[in-house]
């Protein structure tokens, strides 16, 4: 790979032995408590104890398209135990599961957290406070939506990584723009490496690899279209 020195995505979860992801998904997208920043420690943050109830919506997403659960297992690789488990909230599936989930349904992956259907124009602007937040379960890593929802065509997302966090590599039609607001991130698209200092950005073609990694604790924002969660 060819290294281009600093110049001066998308979303992770940090895990054990495989570089900094979790196993599991994300377990709430909800408003951030009154009082958060947007900056700062994560440790420093709670987030609203409701969750999102994913198997309800993918049962609803399954039966609108009509597939069959041994359909949807057997396309998606997943087992129909496994998938009945999540469609009765007894189980969260990981993020390579929805994705995977909504590969096969040909759905964004929001569409598993956001009901269809318009926004008000009262709902244009996203209050600091009123922030929805990603959490994943045993995740350092915060996520902050910076739009009311991912229904639209663009995804917008605040994050604050600690280092050593590497994001799962991803690609998808669109693109993407990342800016960095403090701390130090590798960027890797295809056979290139760029590192971003604070205030640097990077915008790519998302259709190739693409993949980042934390060199120091790290305040980001990221920006998507059509939103790829």
């Known amino acids: 790979m ?6 001066g995505r998308k979303y992770a979860h940090p895990s ?15 408003a951030a408590p009154s009082g958060t920043n947007g900056h700062g420690s994560a440790k420093k943050r709670e987030v609203a104890s409701a969750s999102v109830r994913i198997g309800g919506r993918l049962r609803a997403l399954r039966r609108e398209r009509r597939v069959p659960l041994t359909t949807l297992s057997r396309r998606a690789g997943l087992s129909p135990g496994y998938l009945s488990q999540i469609e009765n909230d007894l189980a969260v599936p990981s993020t390579t599961a929805l994705g995977r989930l909504a590969q096969v349904l040909e759905v964004p992956l929001s569409s598993f957290f ?6 008000l124009p009262e709902n244009y602007v996203v209050r600091r406070a009123a922030r929805r937040a990603v959490v994943y379960p045993g995740s350092r890593v915060h996520h902050e939506l910076l739009v009311p929802d991912l229904r639209g065509k663009l995804e917008v997302v605040y994050c604050n990584a600690p280092p050593q966090t590497t994001s799962p590599t991803y690609q998808h039609e669109g693109e993407e723009l990342g800016y960095v607001i403090r701390g130090r991130l590798r960027v890797t698209v295809g056979g290139d490496v760029f590192v971003l200092e604070r205030g640097d950005a990077i915008s790519y073609p998302s259709h190739r690899p693409h993949f980042w990694q ?11 279209t059509p939103p790829s969660w």
């Open 214 to 224: 934390t060199l120091a604790e790290t305040e980001m924002i990221w920006i998507a």
């Open 2 to 7: 060819r290294e281009v020195r600093t110049l």
């Open 114 to 119: 956001e009901p269809s259907g318009g926004r």
């Open 16 to 30: 054990g032995p495989n570089g900094d992801r979790t196993s599991r998904g994300p377990r709430a997208l909800a």
